[in-house]
């Protein structure tokens, strides 16, 4: 970790010019999983010109190549630089719920910069934050991801005990932060199978058995790049309770609001992810 704090000290503007190196041998020397991100951007967007996908092609590549700087730079960040490139727009779906004493569940997408949306989180939003995580199996890289996110004060909860650490925080008033839109690989993981950007999809189906449990609202983080190391967030409101476990409306009002902002915005979510594979889909 000790060479990755002194990295992690260099400023943004050196940061960004490793970015633009690393943009160089993955997108023009390695093709680092192009062929993947041109099915997925082929099979998502028909209807979009070989040219115009090829330019997110691009773009999405060079927002990748920042992420993996700005992820390292969230090693040391001081506050007050974290809160001048990661925007807060509109928490007034989150202070309503706090007024209430109602602590709510905020569902993000790997739309960029998610991981700065977390950490500023802690300090931009009226209520502490916990999030959830799925552990990596590379020790290194789970013990930095997990430092990363919760230096500003955040609480991390591994998939595995959510259950009992909803049980043991029900009398807290916080936000429980889900990324819920990456493919649910494991068999045990409950799925729901839907239409998502022209493909047969499946997502996890955690976010809406959190939300039946706790009976928690729930709203969504919406996340922009306004230019190179800045961004700005929102939240939308997109179910109360109650829930049923039989009633999706949550799940779908989640997918509908990431597939928006998916095609406001494409080049700015995660595109080299696998999250098409067929075997979990009906008939698949």
């Not at 955690?206 to 729930?218: C, E, M, S």
């Amino acid at each position: 970790m000790f060479f990755i704090g002194l990295l992690s000290r260099l400023p943004l503007w050196i940061l960004y010019g490793i970015a633009d190196f690393l943009f160089f041998i993955t997108f023009r020397v390695i093709g680092y999983r192009r062929k993947m991100v041109q099915k997925n951007l082929r099979n998502s967007f028909p209807d979009t010109s070989k040219d115009e996908l090829n330019k997110i092609e691009r773009d999405f590549y060079r927002n990748l190549c920042d992420y993996g700087v700005e992820l390292l730079k969230l090693f040391t960040i001081s506050k007050d630089e974290l809160s001048k490139r990661m925007r807060f727009n509109d928490v007034s779906a989150i202070e309503k719920y706090k007024q209430q004493n109602q602590s709510v569940i905020i569902l993000a997408s790997h739309q960029f910069n998610w991981e700065w949306l977390l950490s500023s989180g802690n300090f931009n939003l009226p209520v502490p934050v916990d999030f959830v995580y799925q552990p990596q199996s590379s020790k290194f890289f789970n013990r930095f991801s997990l430092l990363c996110r919760s230096r500003f004060g955040a609480y991390g909860i591994s998939r595995y005990t959510v259950a009992r650490e909803l049980i043991k925080r029900k009398n807290m008033l916080r936000a429980i932060a889900i990324v819920s839109d990456q493919y649910p690989g494991l068999k045990e993981d409950k799925k729901y199978q839907t239409r998502f950007l022209n493909q047969d999809t499946v997502f996890f189906l955690g976010a809406h058995q959190i939300a039946t449990l706790t009976q928690y609202p729930v709203v969504y983080a919406q996340v922009k790049k306004i230019k190179r190391g800045y961004y700005e967030a929102s939240f939308v409101e997109i179910a109360e309770p109650p829930y049923t476990k039989d009633d999706f409306t949550l799940i779908e009002n989640y997918i509908k609001a990431v597939e928006n902002i998916i095609r406001e915005n494409p080049a700015g979510w995660l595109w080299s992810h696998n999250r098409w594979k067929k075997r979990h889909l009906t008939g698949g």
